[in-house]
C-alpha cells in the first residue's frame, strides 16, 4: 500500500509536463508579456513580474526536490527485498513537499492575486470554458 502510495505520488504529484497550471498553462515569459500589456505603471509591473518570478523559483526548486525524490525511491525499489519500513522516509519526505509547495505556491497566489486588479487577474486567468 504505501509503495502503491509513493507510486502515485511520483506519477502523479510531480509536474504536469512542464508548465506552471498556476499559470493557467502560460509559461512565466508569455505571463510577464501579458502582464507588461495590462499593467502601465512600471512600479506596480515589477512587483508582479517579481512573484511570478517568485512563483517560478519555487516551482524550480520543488521540481529539484521531486527529482532527487524519484531517485531514491528508484533506488529503494531497486532492492526487490526492502521492506515497507524502508518506504516509510520517503512517504514522509514526499508529503513534507507537498506540504511546504502547497503553503508557498498558494501564499505566493495570493500576493499575486493582491497585486492586480479584478479586471486584469481575470483577463490573465480567464475562468475557465463551461464544458456542457
Known amino acids: ?9 511520483l506519477i502523479f504529484g510531480g509536474s504536469g509536463g ?4 498556476l499559470f493557467g498553462g502560460q509559461t512565466t515569459h508569455q505571463l ?3 502582464v507588461a500589456k495590462l499593467e502601465p505603471d512600471k512600479e506596480k509591473r515589477k512587483a508582479v513580474d517579481d512573484t511570478v518570478d517568485q512563483i517560478e523559483q519555487a516551482y524550480k526548486s520543488t521540481e529539484s526536490e521531486r527529482a532527487k525524490l524519484e531517485k531514491d ?7 526487490h527485498d526492502a521492506s515497507g519500513e524502508q518506504f516509510r522516509p520517503l512517504a514522509t519526505q514526499a508529503d513534507t513537499i507537498n506540504a511546504n ?12 492575486r ?3 486588479s479584478d479586471a486584469q487577474w481575470r483577463q490573465l486567468f480567464p ?3 463551461s464544458s456542457k
Open 73 to 79: 525511491a528508484l533506488a529503494a525499489f531497486e532492492q
Open 18 to 21: 512542464g508548465g506552471l497550471w
Open 101 to 112: 509547495v502547497n503553503k508557498s505556491l498558494l501564499d505566493l497566489r495570493f500576493q499575486l
Open 32 to 34: 510577464h508579456k501579458e
Open 127 to 129: 475562468a475557465p470554458a
Open 1 to 9: 500500500m504505501l509503495i502503491a502510495l509513493l507510486i502515485g505520488y
Open 114 to 116: 493582491s497585486e492586480l
